[in-house]
């Protein structure tokens, strides 16, 4: 089972700034099955990326995912005050497990 | 609009068994595989378990195997999880999650059902 470990655990900024996630994987990520989520409290988590690069339907461009192989980022350009959240990388494919990063809690500074 | 309602979340003791469903709404169940995901409270997410589109083919995660079995009624748009031998560490709000290109891509979620267990 491929492990995904997030990075940093707690991320504190300002709206305006940048952000910048980090996914890294115990083994390749066969075909770059990578994806991103956003989990605001109280609510299921909402898809962003997948592909690793490619963003979900309504997602706006702020947010960008890059990376193959092992390592991975989410970037979000110009956090929006909405934008604050716990956000999760997941390794999916057509064979489970699927497993998910620990999470990183993005939050206002 | 596809929607997923889980239902059948409730307090078990430890070594009790539940029942969780699944309805869902808005496309064709038939054509989709369909995951179970579980989060603790204040925990990250975890994969529980898939069921293939017509059923055939499910797996588990090893947290829950021999435990737990999924199943589908694709004439009812429904899907199950009959939970078993229930742990303490299985208190968590279970998702039903559809997938989507791949098996384990999910692109809709239900709000979740809370299952407890707890003496």
């Known amino acids: 089972e491929i492990v995904l470990t997030q990075s940093p655990g707690t991320l504190s900024l300002s709206p305006g700034e940048r952000a910048i996630l980090s996914c890294r994987a115990s083994?390749?990520?066969?075909?770059?099955?990578l994806a991103w989520y956003q989990q605001k409290p109280g609510q299921a988590p909402r898809l962003l990326i997948y592909g690793a690069s490619i963003r979900a339907t309504g997602i706006p461009d702020r947010f960008s995912g890059s990376g193959s192989g092992t390592h991975f980022t989410l970037t979000i350009s110009r956090l929006e005050p909405e934008d604050f959240a716990v956000f999760y990388c997941q390794q999916y494919g057509y064979t489970p497990p699927f497993s998910f990063g620990q999470g990183t809690k993005l939050e206002i500074k | 609009e596809v929607q997923l309602v889980e239902s059948g979340g409730a307090l078990v003791q430890p070594g009790g068994s539940l029942r969780l469903s699944c309805a869902a709404s808005?496309?064709?169940?038939?054509?989709?595989?369909i995951n179970w995901i579980r989060q603790a409270p204040g925990k990250g997410l975890e994969w529980v378990s898939y069921i293939s589109s017509s059923g055939s083919a499910a797996y588990y995660g090893d947290s829950v195997k021999g435990r737990f079995t999924i199943s589908r009624d694709n004439a009812k748009s429904s899907l199950y999880l009959q939970m078993n031998s229930l742990r303490v560490e299985d208190t968590a709000v279970y998702y039903c999650?559809?997938?989507?290109?791949?098996?384990?891509?999910?692109?809709?979620w239900g709000r979740g059902t809370l299952v407890t267990v707890s003496s």
């Open positions: 999650a559809r997938a989507q290109i791949t098996s384990g891509l999910v692109a809709h």
């Open positions: 083994q390749s990520v066969r075909s770059n099955y």
């Open positions: 808005g496309f064709t169940f038939s054509s989709y595989e």
